[in-house]
């Protein structure tokens, strides 16, 4: 039997389960829950920004005007990416925590 | 109708978080053809039905969002006509030499009152596989995934988009079709058509410059629309809505999501524009009707999912 994350966010208390290696927006999605906001459901969209105050994940590719290098080891990533490890407590992005998104485009080659 | 000078949308490139994830979406659901890679990594592709060299280009970086839109232009001499243009309205604008982008000429570069990078140019080489011009049949080969005929168009989201309208009208000879108005008079959307399509480019109001709402596909029928939305099932992709239609252009659609966040639509039908035809205007308090006429409401996503 697949292994399976409980989620919990702080904000309304709602649980639900989260296959591994499934991202824990689809999953939240996928059981007809509405706790986090959802967009691009990819990493582009920063709509579903939240902080995992406890437990363990993996991160996939997300989109560094939202969440800059080095924070997802602060618990910053978007729902979207967020492979469980664990269980996990997550709580909506406050503007604090929109407050690190970048606010310039990025300059790269050929990106002109 | 004799389009002389902006002919339509030539090429759109796209910043994607992962390539190899972004080449099953490009390639192999929505059904465009690689055509080359550069030393840089960036991957032009084309629709089947396209006869220019490339149409997409991808590039990857560490945020989504698009680095600019070109149109093609009818002669060397009509974008000689357009950058005097450009000039005498205080546009400032960057000469590319030609062979910067792989099978593209001079390239006129230029940045709107919205904040996005956009493109002029004449010269592309043809596809080496494009559409057959002898006894043609419909393709070489039969399409893949959702069959995009072509890149249609996009839509913008940026602060100034009464500059950038002034720009695309007044400077480039674009017009408006159609077009989301409040109460005071303030546009919140426009359609621009450089040709006879309902729309070429359309913008909306948001308060931050220079993003992405959607890059357009064109399907043959809206039973390719329903194709396409077996696909997107199929294979767990993102929706954002649709199947339905919209409103404005008419076109029947499919908002859905590259593996980036970048929205993409694929269409069919929408009217045919000229342009003694009267701007059709629709009323913020019909505007759910407006951008999707099945729904009769605006969904969450439309005003603040961008990349």
Known sequence: MAVHHTIEVEDCGTRFRCPAGEGLLQAMERLGARSIPV????????LCLVRVTQGAFKAGPMSCRHVPPGHTDLGLALACRIYPQSDLRV?????????????SSPEGQNGR | MAISGVLRPGYVQVRVLD???ALEHYRDRIGLDVVTTTNDGRVFLKAYDEFDHHSIILREADEPGMDFMAFKVMSEGALDELHEKLLAAGVPVEEIEPGDMPAVGRRLAFEAPTGHRFELFATIDLAQIGPMVNNPELWHAEPRGMRALRFDHCLLYGDDIDGAK????????FSVTEQVVTPDHTVIATFLSCGMKAHDLALVRHEGKGKLHHVSFLLESWHD??????????????????????????????????????RNEVFAGGYTFYPDHPVRTWSTDEVGKAIFYYERALNDRFMTVVT
């Open chain 2, 166 to 173: 002034a720009l695309f009208v007044d400077v480039l000879g």
């Open chain 1, 91 to 103: 709580r909506l992005a406050t503007d604090l925590d929109r407050q690190v998104s970048r606010q």
């Open chain 2, 19 to 21: 390539m190899a994830a």
């Open chain 1, 39 to 46: 967009g691009c459901r990819n990493g582009g969209c920063g």
């Open chain 2, 225 to 262: 629309v329903g194709h396409a939305a077996d696909i997107m099932s199929r294979y767990n992709m993102s929706v954002d809505i649709g199947p339905t239609r919209h409103g404005i252009t008419r076109g029947q659609t499919i908002y859905f999501f590259d593996p980036s966040g970048n």
